[in-house]
């Protein structure tokens, strides 16, 4: 069975990715990726979901070029999916903002961590995760009784520049991917526990 190659291959990258071995992680991906956008065409979430981790992958190794074109075509994908709305795809919008502000282009990086923001907010992720809501809001400096267009508003204004979201992005860039690859581990895990009984 094809999937099962796949899921085969991306555990392997997992584990590669894991032990830093960043070449032989991405070539386990990269066959993932063939299988499943062979078997089930390239706008599937089952290949999102390995455009995630090879975007993850290039992120943590430094190659951010690579890592946004993987993450912006699992953004695509999902919203052409209509599945634009769990929090794998707000950890994905805010590591293509981190990518952006690290490349110096603020107005796309607050782009995205506000749409980011706005799929926490909307789909209760942000209720469920006052981790992730604190986060979030400290990134883009909403107060509790203001919305972010109020604050974004306030600080153009004020001509504020964005070195307090680059400075709090520095912070929790990090935080926020070992998140993810902590969700990601605790995943594989569960599967692993499945295929014992």
């Not at 190659?5 to 894991?18: E, F, H, P, T």
């Not at 943590?60 to 794998?88: C, F, M, P, T, W």
């Not at 909307?122 to 209720?127: E, V």
Request: aromatic fraction near 8%.
């Amino acid at each position: 069975d094809h999937d099962k190659v796949a899921d085969a291959l991306i555990a392997i990258g997992n584990v590669w990715s894991d032990v830093d071995n960043i070449d032989q992680a991405s070539r386990a991906y990269q066959e993932a990726l063939t299988i499943r956008s062979y078997v089930y065409g390239e706008q599937d979430e089952r290949v999102a979901t390995v455009l995630q981790y090879m975007g993850i992958l290039e992120f943590r190794s430094g190659d951010i070029d690579k890592a946004k074109h993987y993450l912006e075509d699992y953004v695509n994908i999902k919203q052409e999916n209509n599945a634009a709305g769990d929090r794998d795809y707000v950890n994905v919008l805010f590591i293509i903002g981190n990518i952006h502000k690290i490349k110096g282009e603020d107005e796309f990086a607050t782009k995205r961590w506000t749409e980011a923001y706005q799929v926490a907010q909307s789909s209760g992720i942000a209720k469920s995760n006052p981790q992730l809501s604190q986060v979030m809001n400290n990134l883009l400096n909403v107060g509790p009784d203001e919305t972010h267009q109020e604050t974004m508003a306030n600080q153009s204004s004020a001509g504020t520049s964005t070195s307090r979201m680059s400075i709090m992005m520095e912070r929790i860039a990090e935080g926020f991917v070992d998140e993810a690859e902590s969700a990601h581990v605790q995943a594989q895990q569960s599967k692993a526990q499945l295929k014992e009984t």
